[in-house]
């Protein structure tokens, strides 16, 4: 929005307006409820809109005539306004109610398992004005100030009722920057005042005048647009009444307004609009400012929701009938689950027991809830829901939520116990899928005959693009062939987990004649670019799917197990064909050439860590078991390596040192903390069976291994080895494109960010040899890690100590990540077309590093709940089978955690809580019942003990001070 404009606003005086009120002022221009959004006659809603009109006129009146003590006109508001920013800032003021759920258990610690994402959300500056949504309340606010607290970014915003408050940025769903002027702002003080300043008052009442002018003209949007939008869901809904889509606020504005640009006042009440229907449209659950999209729910989903509701609006003598089944269903799934509690997991269908079609609607619709959304919306499913899991009588009334929907279906015999209640797929995965790659005509995209020599080649190749290939062509021939380089016996290492699917990556080390203090470290990756083209359907999905999705139940692989892609794993005997990224290295770490070039192994061989480890003298990375269990690893295998293969690792590890301690030099720094692992057995769990019209009757659960390990141990010895050439690699393949001025999706990460000038020195001078400072330290200095982002130009990665002028990028794993795959098919294009080696479109690119950016937070954020639900599920379930015994009082009486945050009140729960980390067991969790002002601070470590567990899509774990 123009700045004139966003002036002009401001000079009307927002007294001509209704003021907000409890819940968000649009609550009183909001349609009647009914079944379908299109289904009200026009002349009925014209007549509703009528009397809201009168309604919110009355109150108006009302409002500015009695209670206030001063007149209505321009200096009454201002009188008011001021009064409400004095009171503000009394200390001893409670918040409202609405503040009071706003602020209710804000979680501003950081999670160091997740550091490498947290701070990916759009930063919002100060003057920005601001939508906040948490807890299902809604407030406008400006952007007065963000600090950095616990390792986290926090503004203070102005609110429209005077109040100063801080939130957390992921809690802004839209906003407007420089809707108040630095100068303004800068005079509005800090949320640390204890007594303002007559110019600070005036400044504050500046901004909420414009404020609530502007959010004023919004709701006279939204009583004027509504009716327009009713038909919205309908058009934009997937056209099978099964699937779900994605919309965003650009496509319902070309929906209502094809060919005229409308202003920012009606953009922000059609995202306005989307949010209030969240039974139709559910906002994106992950950094929604970066991907600012509503999943379109399947019309049969819309379909269930609106008959569940009326069913229990009426109070359907249908809901009371499945309510005693679902009773008797329960109580029986309770007394298996004891008499089966040490089995392996089955099932059998329960022939005894069938489902209506309306009691089957109710499962869906309880199928649905389970999935959970944001409380950025109203839970279209919570009234329902808790009215049945009322009548059921068998479920805490303290907990009768959204949270409830999964254990529900899991006694109702519908979901097996096994599975855990995170997403794992994501509608726009589909819609990728869909879209397809921005290819541009390139040698790679078409199939060539076969030369006899390799001048024919390089001049077919050059010269014709040959036969246009299809989407279910795969290459005919391996268009680098005469590109290849043989590396003949020079042996190739493939060192792995002993479990690991996709074996990608192989390095060998190769010295330098008469230059002893320098080698050649070459990376071999394994290349499904010989067969694969990127017009093939299996690319395309394979761009829908972006990754291998690794769950501790089972995997599933980018590339499908078809013939032409079943050998390309790397460590099989013969020749295997691979693409080469080399660099010449110094004993000082400095990359002094590089190379790639699609080559040929015929040398290589599989080890395994803990094997190469024992043989070249490093130790095998601990493990300790705080729930007891032994490790099941099996012994390390040295005298798989033969003297030959000792003396090459040997000799490469002296040049991934180097390079190590050479980006420690440049700013490398990396965060160290405890993490939990998981083994199921059997792997891969029973599949969910279809849902049918009976029930199914589960028995037994899965054998669980539960042990802890840190980051710093995984970085070591021939982990190290594999996991610093492979950065070497990535820095190889962005100095190359660089060098070609060919665009190619990068990874970086800007420098940490200060609370206080030189933190960042003081903590780099406490890092350890590998680079490791313990987050808490972190925590302490008052620095903000940036997060990993994408971009198609180089920048910096200041975790890994990589500079601007080399880039980094991901390509060492095109069996398991769609982004290294799309570098090698970017890498052939240019080296068989020089002169035109540019393969995909900038624009297209740049779309996909954001998009990737997103999914990966999306990614991270759905592994590591369903990591947490099963690390808190193996707790839960060890501290059942041990309760009452010594174990059981000597672990609870064993556990310290770790400080992550300073406390807060939660005025939900109304006690003082912080977060911690229990080092021992690798979890977050939550230390409640705190005493108010009591000394606990960030980084100390406490003696706790388990208070509460909860399991669900946000798994909680709570303690309490011994």
């Excluded at 390799?454 to 795969?474: C, I, K, N, Q, V």
């Excluded at 998981?678 to 769990?685: D, E, F, M, S, V």
Aim: aromatic letters at 8%; one cysteine or more.
């Amino acid at each position: 929005m123009h700045r004139r404009s966003l002036a002009e606003l401001a000079s009307t005086s927002s007294a001509s307006f209704s003021r907000t009120t409890k819940r968000h002022a649009s609550n009183v221009t909001r349609n009647p409820k009914h079944t379908r959004e299109g289904s009200l006659p026009r002349k009925t809603y014209d007549a509703i809109k009528r009397l809201n009109k009168e309604l919110v006129y009355n109150n108006v009146k009302k409002q500015n005539a009695a209670g206030w003590g001063h007149p209505p006109h321009y200096e009454g508001e201002t009188r008011r306004l001021r009064e409400a920013v004095k009171r503000s800032v009394n200390p001893n003021r409670l918040p409202t109610p609405e503040l009071q759920e706003l602020l209710a258990a804000q979680d501003f610690s950081i999670d160091p398992q997740d550091a490498a994402v947290h701070d990916r959300t759009t930063r919002v500056p100060p003057g920005s004005l601001v939508e906040i949504r948490r807890n299902e309340i809604v407030f406008y606010g400006v952007v007065v100030q963000n600090t950095v607290e616990n390792g986290m970014l926090k503004s203070h915003s102005l609110l429209s009722g005077g109040d100063l408050w801080p939130h957390s940025q992921s809690d802004i769903m839209i906003y407007i920057p420089g809707f108040v002027e630095p100068d303004l702002i800068a005079r509005c003080g800090s949320d640390q005042s204890i007594s303002l300043s007559e110019s600070e008052i005036n400044a504050r009442v500046h901004v909420l005048k414009r404020m609530r002018n502007f959010e004023i003209a919004v709701e006279e949007k939204v009583a004027d647009i509504y009716h327009r939008l009713r038909g919205a869901y309908d058009a934009l809904r997937h056209p099978e009444p099964s699937k779900a889509t994605t919309t965003s606020v650009d496509a319902v504005v070309r929906l209502i307004s094809p060919r005229r640009p409308v202003d920012v006042q009606t953009r922000w009440a059609i995202h306005k609009y989307l949010f209030d229907k969240a039974h139709l449209f559910v906002a994106e659950s992950s950094d929604f400012l970066t991907r600012s999209t509503f999943t379109v729910r399947a019309k049969n989903e819309v379909d269930d929701i609106e008959a569940v509701n009326k069913m229990v609006a009426r109070r359907d003598p249908i809901v009371a009938r499945f309510v005693e089944k679902a009773r008797a269903l329960i109580r029986a799934s309770r007394k298996r689950e004891q008499d089966t509690w040490r089995q392996p997991p089955s099932y059998t269908a329960d022939n005894t027991t069938t489902f209506t079609p309306e009691e089957l609607t109710i499962i869906r619709f309880f199928f649905a809830a389970s999935h959970g959304t944001r409380t950025t919306q109203k839970d279209p499913f919570e009234i329902s829901l808790s009215y049945i899991l009322k009548r059921v009588g068998l479920y805490d009334r303290q907990n009768l939520g959204t949270a409830s929907a999964h254990p529900f279906l899991v006694e109702l015999g519908v979901i097996p116990p096994w599975v855990d209640p995170i997403e794992r797929f994501h509608v726009s995965a589909e819609e990728r899928a869909s879209r397809g790659m921005a290819l541009l005509k390139g040698s790679i995209t078409h199939d060539h005959p076969a030369s006899s020599s390799a001048s024919a080649a390089t001049t077919s190749t050059h010269s014709a693009y040959g036969r246009a290939l299809g989407p279910e062509d795969f290459y005919s021939r391996d268009l680098v062939e005469h590109l290849r380089h043989d590396f003949g016996n020079l042996p190739a290492y493939v060192i792995d987990d002993i479990d690991a699917e996709e074996l990608d990556d192989a390095i060998s080390i190769e010295s330098v004649p008469n230059e002893p203090d320098h080698a050649w470290l070459h990376v071999h990756i394994a290349d499904p670019t010989s067969v694969l083209p990127p017009t093939h359907e299996i690319a395309r999905q394979a761009f829908s799917r972006l990754e291998t999705h690794y769950y501790l139940d089972r995997s599933y692989p980018l590339l499908p197990n078809v013939p032409q892609l079943r050998e390309l794993s790397l460590g099989k005997d013969g020749p295997q064909v691979v693409m080469t990224f080399s660099g010449k290295v110094d004993l000082e770490g400095n990359i002094i050439e590089y190379k790639i070039r699609p080559g040929i192994i015929r040398s290589a061989r599989k080890l395994h860590y803990d094997s190469v480890n024992e043989a070249i003298g490093e130790p095998t990375a601990p493990r300790s078991f705080p729930l007891g269990g032994e490790d099941r690893r099996p012994p390390p295998d040295a005298a798989s390596l033969d003297k030959a293969a000792v003396d090459n690792i040997r000799f490469a590890k002296k040049f991934t040192d180097a390079l190590v301690k050479n980006r420690i030099l440049t700013g490398a720094l990396q965060l160290e903390w405890s993490y939990a692992e998981l083994a199921l057995n059997p792997k891969p769990l029973p599949e969910t069976p279809p849902l049918l019209n009976r029930p199914y009757l589960w028995s037994g659960f899965p054998q669980m291994d539960f042990w802890v390990g840190t980051t710093k141990t995984a970085e070591a010895g021939a982990r190290q080895i594999v996991a610093e050439s492979a950065r070497l690699a990535g820095r190889i393949a962005s100095m190359w494109f660089k060098e070609r001025g060919v665009p190619a999706i990068r990874r970086i990460a800007a420098p940490f960010t200060e609370a206080v000038p030189g933190a960042l020195q003081r903590a780099l001078k406490m890092r350890d040899e590998q680079g490791f400072l313990d987050s808490f330290t972190l925590i302490g200095h008052g620095l903000l890690p940036s997060g990993a982002t994408y971009d198609i130009v180089p920048g910096p990665h200041a975790i890994l100590g990589i500079p601007e002028s080399e880039g980094y990028m991901r390509t060492t794993s095109p069996l398991r990540r769609f982004l290294d795959m799309m570098t090698h098919w970017q890498i052939k294009q240019a080296l068989l077309s020089p002169e035109q080696p540019r393969l995909f479109e900038d624009e297209w690119l740049r779309g996909v590093a954001k998009h990737v950016a997103w999914w990966e937070t999306y990614e991270n954020h759905a592994q590591r709940k369903h990591h947490a639900y099963w690390a808190y599920k193996c707790l839960q379930r060890w501290l059942v089978e041990h309760k009452g015994t010594p174990e059981a009082e000597r672990f609870q009486k064993s556990l310290t955690a770790f400080v992550a945050s300073t406390p807060v009140n939660n005025f939900y729960v109304q006690y003082w809580q912080a977060a911690c980390f229990i080092w021992s067991l690798g979890m977050k969790a939550d230390l409640i019942h705190l005493e108010p002002g009591g000394s606990i601070e960030v980084g100390q470590e406490v003696p706790v003990k388990i208070a509460d567990l909860e399991l669900g899509l946000n798994s909680t774990l709570a303690l309490v001070k011994r």
